[in-house]
Every structure is written in C-alpha cells, then in structure tokens.
C-alpha cells in the first residue's frame, strides 16, 4: 500500500500508536545443551541459554531458512520435563505482538505465565515474529526470495523443532495479543490441525475492512518496511490480501475453539497508571482492533462457527487487560489440550 497525501496525519497518529509502549529489555542468560533436532527445511536451534539462570526457561535461537535468518523463541518446560525424559506433553503457545510492542519476552515480563506454567503440565512456546512479520510469509513483491517467511516459522519449523527436540506431542493450542492475536487465528485458518485452540486479545482480525489497509500499513511502515513487500498493493493483489484476512476466511475455522476478546478503546478499569503520553495510542489502537473483532466475531456467528466472545467494554491496549486475558483463557487452552490427540493432527 502506497501512502497518499490525502491520510498523512491519520498514517502519522496510527504509526506513533504503534510505537506507544516501550519493549522490554533483554534478561540475564546462560549456556546450555542444544538438542540434536531439525525441521523438515533444516531449520535448527544454533543455541539454547537459561534465563536468569531458570532452567526451565530457555531462549532458543533457530537458525530459520523460512525467515532467511536468524530468529528467538522462549519456551517454558513442565515441571515435571527433567524426571520423566520420556514423556511429551501438549504446548500452549503465546504470540507476541509487533516488535515495537513486545516480543517473544514479553509475556513472561508483563504476565504471570511462569507462574501459570508451574500449575500445569504443558510446555509454553513463544516464539518472535520479526519486526512486524504479521506472521505471513511475505510476497517479497513476487521476486523469488525465501526470506520473512513468518508463517511458515510460526505454525511448520517452530511446531517441528518443539516436537522433535522438546518432547511436543503436537496438541497445540494459540493465543496472542494484538498482532500476535491476529496471528493465532489467521495461522489457525491457514493450516488447519496446527492449533486446536486460537484466542486473539485485542487481535487486528480484518486487515481487508474499514481502517485495516491504513493499520497494516502503519505497523509495517513503523519498523521501516515497505508494506507492498507483504502482500502487494492492495487493489492490485487483492486476492493475496483476502487470503489473509480471518474474517474473510473465518469459515474455515470450524472445528478450533475460538476465543475473542477487546475492550472498546475507553479508559477502563486497569488504566489508572497508564502513562499520560502513552494513553491516546493505547485508546486508538484498542479502538480499531475492537472493530476489527467484532466484525470477525459477527463472521462467524453468520456462519454459524462456535466462538466465545469477551467484549468487555471499557480498556485499552495494553499488558494489564491481556494478563486478565490469559487468566480466562488459560482453563479453557488447558482443556483442549487434555483431549486426546486426533488421527492426522499436524506434528
């Protein structure tokens, strides 16, 4: 999508938006054994470190041919993952939003997760997704270029690499925030089998609706990327826009537990100690996604696909509602996850 003279103050206040909350910072990590497993494409863990020295919690760095680089996910083992070297066990993965936001550290520094993951027997996957990688496997402007191939990380090599490496038994479960909601139901439509479960809080589900090409474009165009290098132009590559967009596709998410949830985009209950400066964005941004999953959750309610939805009025956008969020969800991924792992599922 081509910027126009016509929006360039709308472009402006939706971009800074996107670069409204700070990223967190790096912690503490230590060296440890890499496991001898590869994708299907040779996409492998060059490295593995222990996290303020947690050896349940581990940064993997994934040497990714999908990406055409390097790429980081943190994994959170069971409790019980050392003492019962044969056992697999599900994963419930959490998907981060665009790099601006928070990365694949951000849900253990703004969530109890670590906490959570203590009290259940499931391995949690967060992987990164580039700057704002939307979790697609770009067009790359039609070149034959395997680079920022996101989708194919997040729902092939990343699924390959925990099963084969990290005793995943491929039930699977996907929850994200923002753009990583977006990403937990779109990947969910695209490869169905990868998740049985998808939840989106505060997702961007409608990039092809009212203000997703302008929202689109400005978390691309906020970490220096060319949106047309994603999925085209929008009028000219129409097509390729359609097939990711959730609503559009919403029909084929039958037979995944949905989950969708946002706030309408005014101060709400956790918005007390919000930053001043930080507030305008955190409402705007919660205000389109909110359209956004309305407009999917209406989708699927025509369509007669079971989804769960938690509208819970006044929030923004931001840590202290999807920690809520993950407290609702967090049963519910648990209990898909302890059924029984079906004929065919993806591994």
């Keep these: 999508m081509r910027m126009t003279s016509r929006r360039p103050r709308a472009v402006a206040l939706v ?21 001898d497993a590869r994708a299907d494409d040779g996409s492998h863990v060059v490295a593995q470190t222990t996290v303020d020295g947690d050896p349940r919690m581990l940064d993997l760095t994934v040497r990714s041919v999908g990406v055409g680089s390097y790429a ?23 998907l981060a939003g665009e790099t ?3 990365d694949y550290r951000g849900w253990t520094a703004n969530t109890d997760v670590r906490r959570l993951a203590d009290e259940s027997g499931v391995l949690v996957v967060m992987p990164g997704s580039g700057s704002a990688g939307f979790f697609s496997d770009w067009w790359n402007y039609g070149k034959d270029i395997v680079a920022n191939q996101w989708e194919t990380f997040t729902a092939v090599e990343v699924p390959q690499l925990i099963d084969r490496g990290y005793r995943g038994d491929g039930r699977r479960a996907a929850a994200g925030l ?43 165009g906020s970490a220096r990327l060319d949106p047309e290098a994603l999925w085209g132009d929008r009028r000219r590559e129409a097509s390729r826009w359609d097939a990711h967009d959730p609503v559009v596709n919403a029909d084929r998410l039958r037979g995944t537990e949905l989950y969708l949830s946002t706030g309408n ?13 930080v507030l305008p964005g955190a409402m705007l941004l919660e205000f389109l996604c909110s359209g ?21 009025g006044p929030g923004t956008h931001h840590w202290a509602y999807w920690q ?22 993806a591994s």
């Design 72 to 94: 980081m996910v943190r994994v959170i083992l069971p409790a019980g993952w050392q003492a019962e070297p044969d056992r697999k066990w599900p994963a419930v993965y959490l």
């Design 292 to 312: 956004q999953t309305i407009a999917m959750a209406d989708r699927l309610n025509r369509l007669g696909v079971p989804v769960t939805s938690d509208f819970y």
């Design 15 to 35: 971009t800074a938006l996107a670069c409204a909350l700070a990223s967190v910072a790096a912690t503490p990590a230590q060296a440890a054994a890499v496991p």
């Design 178 to 220: 923002s753009l990583g909601g977006y990403g937990a139901v779109e990947l969910a439509a695209r490869r169905p089998g990868v998740f049985r479960f998808a939840g989106s809080f505060s997702g961007n589900l409608n990039p092809t609706g009212p203000y997703g090409e302008l929202l689109t474009g400005a978390i691309v």
């Design 324 to 345: 809520d969020q993950l407290h609702k969800t967090w049963p519910r991924m648990l209990r898909v996850l302890d059924a029984p792992a079906k004929t065919g599922e």
């Design 265 to 277: 985009g005014l101060p709400g209950p956790f918005d007390g100690k919000l930053p001043i400066d």
């Design 100 to 102: 601006r936001l928070q």
